[in-house]
């Protein structure tokens, strides 16, 4: 175990993947706060964070073995999704004029990296300070994405347990990227049942319109007097999976960009990021393999979908010579 500016770290053996592929998990502490990251689809595992009662529950739904995550895979349960999160319409892009065909999984779309994403791969772990960086390469072709990229997530806990994610990749050739990390959240209990009710605000003023299949159409919608209205404190309800966009997202991350509140245990997660949208997802989908409808809520920080054919969207688009970066931070206190 090694510790570093109050973070203690320490990894083990987690058994195997179906093909061999051995696992690692990595555990995390600090200020009272607990996370487990597995080197399979750089997931965080579990999240266990304190109470007003003091009681250290876990809050982000997670599987107790690997073999979970191989038998139900399409939830993303923690995993770190790429290269693109969310959905590409039609699975294409057209970039420098070139089109480029992806793997459409979701009908004719491409969802989340395609058949086999990020969340899907055994990556390299080495320890850094307060944490632990996990690094993959994506092949030039992979899931029909152009060029060659080199991906990195870090994840440090900081004072007060803060969860910090930091991503950083480059390319050898132009291509698309729009990484994100498909933690679910139940602040009373990651066993607790339906986390509706749970209050949230999101900083958003406005959504992203979508068709049929949760294709964004291009528009903004304000949510003034809609559903999706979150700017003050309010219930989740269900029914919910839509992009927001963010407005106090930029360069330093540094603003609120959505809170979570659970009035049962007092716990309170807030989700800071440089990113210009988020996600908020109910899993009403799920169907009690292992988890009932709505056990978790999703607050995915992320590029806008689409945006590789929006081009009134941010741009997700990385050449040779830069350097994406990106980061989000999940802090947890009480009330």
């Known amino acids: 175990m090694t510790t570093s500016t109050g973070t203690a770290t320490y990894t083990e053996d987690f058994g195997a993947l179906a ?3 051995p696992v690692r998990r990595w555990t995390l502490e600090r200020d009272g706060v607990r996370v487990r990251v597995l080197t399979y689809g750089a997931i965080v595992q579990s999240v266990h964070a304190p109470g007003r009662d003091g009681s250290r529950t876990p809050v982000a739904l997670g599987l107790p073995a690997v073999a979970g995550y191989e038998e139900f895979p399409a939830p993303y349960f923690g995993a770190v999704v790429g290269r693109y999160a969310n959905r590409i319409g039609g699975a294409s892009f057209v970039l420098d004029g070139r089109t480029h065909r992806l793997t459409p999984n979701e009908g004719g779309t491409h969802l989340h990296g395609g058949a086999r994403g990020f969340d899907k791969r055994v990556w390299d772990a080495v320890a850094v300070p307060d944490g632990v960086r996990l690094s993959l390469v994506s092949a030039d072709g992979d899931e029909g994405y152009p060029g060659r990229l080199d991906f990195s997530v870090t994840y440090t806990l900081g004072p007060g347990g803060a969860l910090r994610l930091g991503y950083r990749a480059v390319t050898d050739a132009p291509t698309v990227l729009n990484p994100t990390s498909h933690l679910y959240w139940n602040l009373a209990g990651a066993d607790s049942g339906s986390a509706l009710g749970q209050q949230l605000r999101i900083a958003a003023e406005h959504v992203t319109r979508v068709d049929a299949a949760s294709v964004p159409t291009g528009e903004l919608l304000q949510v003034a007097g809609t559903r999706f209205d979150f700017r003050g404190m309010r219930a989740v309800g269900a029914g919910y999976d839509q992009n927001f966009v963010l407005e106090e997202a930029g360069e330093e991350g540094d603003g609120v960009a959505a809170e979570l509140y659970d009035a049962a245990s007092g716990r309170v997660l807030t989700v800071r990021t440089t990113e210009p949208g988020l996600q908020l997802y109910t899993a009403d989908h799920f169907d009690g393999r292992p988890f009932g409808p709505c ?15 929006r081009p009134e969207f941010p741009s997700t688009v990385l050449r040779p010579g830069e350097e994406f970066v990106s980061r989000t931070e999940y802090a947890f206190s009480v009330r």
């Open 295 to 309: 056990a978790g809520i999703a607050l995915e920080t992320q590029h806008f979908p689409d945006s590789p054919n």
């Open 19 to 21: 093909d061999g592929s």
